[in-house]
């Protein structure tokens, strides 16, 4: 039944590719450059023809662990041990935020988020086929072709008031 | 091998060529950041335990913040220029 599982892990990629995308821009992660690192980034993007927001976006998820890594690490640790591993993720990637000089709500925010949302869905996706599915996601942004993502991710930026 | 663990190696693999073949040095970070999901994905999906979680999350966590202080770095090396 692999087409059944494909189409899962696609399913649970589009919902953690929502998840992460609409808490970071909510948190204003497209509005300016968190740390030093992410504007080299935005302002690189920007050189190659993307939309610039849409390059602090991708810098800050470059420089400090936010709803992305929220996302993954949550569903690492809910398909190990259930609900609790969704609350000690949350935990330790708000430290990790700390480590980054980051206030840390979009990180602790997604990772909750993520943790109902595949406590609702366990009984028809299970936590592992959100694993891959968030690693499918950060590929549509960071891997596939930055030029488009960047302008995608400034629109969405654009649409919910956060950059212009 | 299951069909979550092939998805996820084949990304990884994508990525580690990406990386050789891009040019400039910020935007290897961000093929770069993708790598680490995947291989902090592949470190709990092989190490089947609560400690695997722990451990794929430090790795996680820590990536960022290397990769935090050479974009930093990039940056500063710009100024110097």
């Known amino acids: 039944m692999e087409i059944v599982e494909i189409i899962k892990v696609v399913v649970a990629g589009i919902i953690c590719w929502l998840n992460f995308v609409l808490i970071d821009t909510y948190f204003g992660l497209p509005e300016k450059p968190?740390?030093?690192g992410a504007k080299t980034i935005g302002e690189k993007i920007r050189d190659i023809g993307g939309n610039i927001h849409g390059g602090y976006?991708?810098?800050?998820?470059?420089?400090?662990?936010d709803a992305s890594?929220?996302?993954?690490?949550?569903?690492?640790?809910?398909?190990?041990?259930?609900?609790?591993?969704?609350?000690?993720?949350?935990?330790?990637?708000?430290?990790?935020?700390?480590?980054?000089?980051?206030?840390?709500?979009?990180?602790?925010?997604?990772?909750?988020?993520i943790t109902a949302i595949i406590y609702l869905l366990s009984p028809i996706i299970e936590a592992k086929y959100?694993?891959?599915?968030?690693?499918?996601a950060i590929f549509?942004?960071?891997?596939?072709?930055?030029?488009?993502?960047?302008?995608?991710?400034?629109?969405?930026?654009?649409?919910?008031?956060?950059g212009e | 091998m299951d069909i979550v663990e092939i998805i996820i190696g084949v990304i990884a693999l994508l990525m580690a060529i990406r990386i050789f073949l891009t040019r400039s040095r910020a935007r290897k970070l961000l093929y770069l950041c993708c790598l680490s999901f995947c291989i902090s994905?592949?470190?709990?999906?092989?190490?089947?335990?609560?400690?695997?979680?722990?451990?794929?999350?430090?790795?996680?966590?820590?990536?960022?913040?290397?990769?935090?202080?050479?974009a930093y770095t990039i940056e500063q090396a710009k100024d110097i220029e």
Request: a positive charge.
């Open chain 1, 34 to 36: 968190g740390v030093l």
């Open chain 1, 140 to 162: 549509t942004i960071q891997g596939f072709e930055h030029k488009y993502a960047s302008i995608l991710l400034g629109k969405i930026a654009k649409k919910m008031n956060r």
């Open chain 1, 69 to 113: 890594a929220g996302t993954l690490l949550a569903s690492i640790m809910s398909y190990l041990m259930g609900v609790e591993g969704g609350l000690i993720a949350a935990l330790l990637v708000w430290i990790g935020n700390r480590l980054c000089a980051d206030p840390g709500y979009a990180g602790t925010i997604g990772a909750l988020t």
């Open chain 1, 57 to 65: 976006f991708m810098g800050n998820i470059v420089c400090s662990p």
């Open chain 2, 41 to 70: 994905a592949l470190i709990a999906l092989y190490v089947d335990s609560p400690m695997g979680g722990i451990v794929a999350i430090t790795y996680f966590v820590c990536s960022t913040l290397s990769s935090n202080a050479i």
């Open chain 1, 130 to 136: 959100f694993i891959a599915g968030m690693v499918l």
